[in-house]
């Protein structure tokens, strides 16, 4: 399986070969422990980013399942690594995370036909679209407050190539806190599928190579607070690990 990263080696940015959970290969084929590195985004592309795109979590937020998809957009400023922290804001009565599937931009693409769209896709990720539930003034259109603030989508930590991923639509998604399972489902009850939103969304704008497409999450939602540990997986793809901090200690104040 080929699994390419982004990380801080020796103050510099990298892109490494995934040997295994332990073994990082450089360009210069020197392979380093992973444990020596930072880990970083895997991608700093546009993420478009999908709401209620599965069933049963519209169902969960009392909302009908959508009939045409419900996107919005993320800025590299909100994206960071694995095993890297993210934040709480203060005085905020929920704030939830959502693993989801990314597929990644291989290269440009512009109304591109459904049948087609799966060559455009050059691989995988994941990543974990925290909200902020108290700022949620409409689900179909979430603002800035909720989806858009510093380093609170870590993504990664690596693209696994789309040729070793048989059926991207069949996939299952879990989420820990602290080790208990919290969230399970599968990427099969998508209500968009991939193709269909590659369709669908170089119709409107040129996808670039590195933009991402984070797919939506199912049911399964809860509470994470300043201190737990979120772990986002899916099979054949990867786990992501993120740490939660306060506002004041993530900044510092």
Known sequence: MAKYARVLYRNQAQIVTVLDD?????????KIPAAAVQWLPPSTGTMYALGLNY???????????PTTPLV???APNTYTGHKQVSWRPDNVEYMHYECELVAVIGKAAKDIKRENAMDYIAGYTLCNDYAIRDYLENYYRPNLRVKNRDAT?????????KEDILDPMNLTLKTWINGELKQQGSTKDMIFDIPFLVEY????????????IATGTPKGLADVKPGDVVDVEIEQVG?????????RAFFNK
């Open 22 to 30: 332990d073994t990082l290969l450089l360009a210069n084929q020197e």
């Open 55 to 65: 069933a049963d979590h519209a169902s969960e937020l009392e909302f009908k399942a």
């Open 72 to 74: 919005f957009i993320k």
């Open 153 to 161: 989508t870590p993504v990664g930590p690596w693209i696994v190539d």
């Open 201 to 212: 969304l170089s119709h409107r704008v040129t996808l670039q190579p590195g933009d991402m």
């Open 239 to 247: 786990k992501l690990t993120n740490y939660l901090v306060s506002e």
